[in-house]
């Protein structure tokens, strides 16, 4: 058998558990100390300078942005390198993006204030809890997030979906529904 030969960043992708002890997790790290250098210039920026905020975030995210994404700061990310971004997308303030098992967001996506993307999670054994591991999420088209709605790893919202003001999403939203409540349930389709 051939020996590993995929990146500590594939792996992650890929949903491994990834330990503080792993040899390579000094590779994660870098990134994880140039997200919060970069997430505090983009918190320190004027709301009216939307041409600087895409710069600074294109630098976090490591690729460029379309011209009609609209971001109000603050914004929080523990990697910033795992997020995608479509056209015409809207996230409002003070969202957290805990992308390192990857966050997509396609077109025409409305992202509420406080919202909480979490692609990752712990293991439940004790002696592993300090080690990650990571499942993506994706908001279709047209998805809208309600203030304060957390999603949780794994979890895609389908297209023209609806998360109510504080739902915590664990499992998937067919398009064209709307969910609310602790834990997520549907209660209308549009």
């Known amino acids: 058998m051939a020996p590993e030969t995929r990146t500590i960043f594939e792996r992650e992708l890929a949903g491994e558990v990834i330990s503080l002890d792993d040899p390579d997790y000094p590779q994660i790290y870098a990134v994880i100390r140039k997200a919060i250098r970069l997430t505090s210039e983009l918190n320190a920026i004027a709301v009216e300078d939307n041409e600087q905020v895409n710069r600074i975030f294109n630098q976090l995210i490591n690729q460029p942005v379309d011209e009609t994404f609209f971001l109000i700061p ?81 979890v895609t919202i389908g297209e023209n979906a609806i998360v109510g003001a504080g739902a915590v999403v664990t499992k998937d939203v067919s398009a064209n529904s709307i969910v609310a409540g602790v834990p997520a349930r549907v209660v209308k389709h549009l």
């Not at 990697?79 to 479509?86: D, L, M, S, V, W």
């Not at 990650?132 to 998805?143: D, E, F, M, N």
């Open 74 to 154: 603050p914004f929080y990310t523990d990697f910033g390198h795992n997020i995608r971004i479509g056209k015409n997308v809207f996230v409002n303030h003070a969202c957290t993006f805990m992308d390192r098992g990857g966050i997509t967001l396609e077109d025409n996506v409305l992202v509420g204030p406080k919202v909480n993307l979490i692609t990752s999670n712990h293991p439940t054994e004790p002696g592993q809890r300090r080690a990650t591991y990571s499942r993506p999420i994706v908001l279709k088209k047209g998805a809208w997030l309600g203030a304060n709605a957390t999603v949780m790893p794994g």
